[in-house]
């Protein structure tokens, strides 16, 4: 009988350069070995440092798609997307692994193309935008969602900092927020001062 070989599914880490300086990269590396050990049972670890070597100048996203060895390495240009409209869409995508395949996260904002983006709800509670992680102030402190659908770097950071306080959030409870955030490895935590949530 004939063997069906399953395509090995890569991984992804996206990671902030700016004139050489590598930002985050101790998050990074948690979430690379960490990935690889849940996902193949990997025991080794892949030095991210070690597969960088920055441009000198500029700010540049460098990809890194591994599996058990780092397949490519880019430094891609970077320039942050707008976003002033978010749409709640309810979805039951998983992306619980940083997979260099965003075909499902992709296909629901361009299923919701009259927005800038999508927050995706999931059973019910709130939990990312397909690009980044999301948190709301309610005027005494920020609040992010405590089951999310990555567990990015930068939310970790500041999880670990004391800034983030993880907690479950409903649609409902949006009007008791002040203020809404997005966060990742590129835009750090950006505050969304013009902004507008639809409600499907």
């Not at 690379?32 to 540049?60: A, E």
Request: proline share 6%; aromatic share 8%; hydrophobic share 35%.
């Amino acid at each position: 009988m004939k063997q069906v070989q399953t395509e090995t599914p890569l991984l992804l880490e996206s990671i902030k350069i700016e004139n050489a300086q590598i930002h985050n990269l101790t998050y990074h590396q948690a979430r690379c070995t960490q990935s690889r050990q849940q996902l193949f049972g990997s025991t080794d670890t892949l030095d991210l440092l070690s597969v960088i070597h920055p441009p000198p100048h500029g700010l540049y996203r460098c990809r890194i798609r591994y599996a058990h060895t780092v397949q490519t390495v880019e430094y891609l240009p970077y320039t942050p997307k707008t976003i002033n409209t978010l749409k709640i869409v309810p979805s039951s995508v998983e992306y619980r692994l940083k997979y260099a395949d965003r075909s499902a996260l992709d296909a629901l904002l361009s299923s919701n193309s009259d927005v800038d983006e999508v927050l995706i709800e999931k059973e019910g509670y709130l939990t990312d935008t397909t690009i980044a992680n999301v948190a709301f102030y309610d005027g005494k402190r920020w609040v992010t969602p405590e089951k999310p659908l990555l567990k990015g770097t930068m939310r970790a950071k500041l999880i670990d900092e004391g800034f983030l306080h993880p907690a479950p959030i409903k649609k409902e409870d949006l009007s008791s927020f002040k203020q809404v955030a997005l966060m990742n490895a590129m835009i750090g935590f950006n505050i969304l001062n013009h902004f507008n949530i639809h409600q499907k």
